[in-house]
């Protein structure tokens, strides 16, 4: 089977398969734990990237109420 029938079959396969908001998220949480757990203290981020960061909580507390 040539590369481009397998990737249209993992395609179909892919587009039947979708997860609910609460198994997704659940997923979300438990990739971004994990990385917190394997980011070292001591990493710092930039300036930038830690106003992305509020800006992804203040989003999400938003979309929680």
Known sequence: MELAER???????????????????????AVGERLQQSLRPETSLTSHLQHLLEELRRREEENLH
């Open 7 to 29: 990737l249209m079959m993992n395609n179909r396969i892919n587009a039947d398969f979708e997860l609910d908001h609460k198994t997704s998220r659940s997923i979300c949480d």
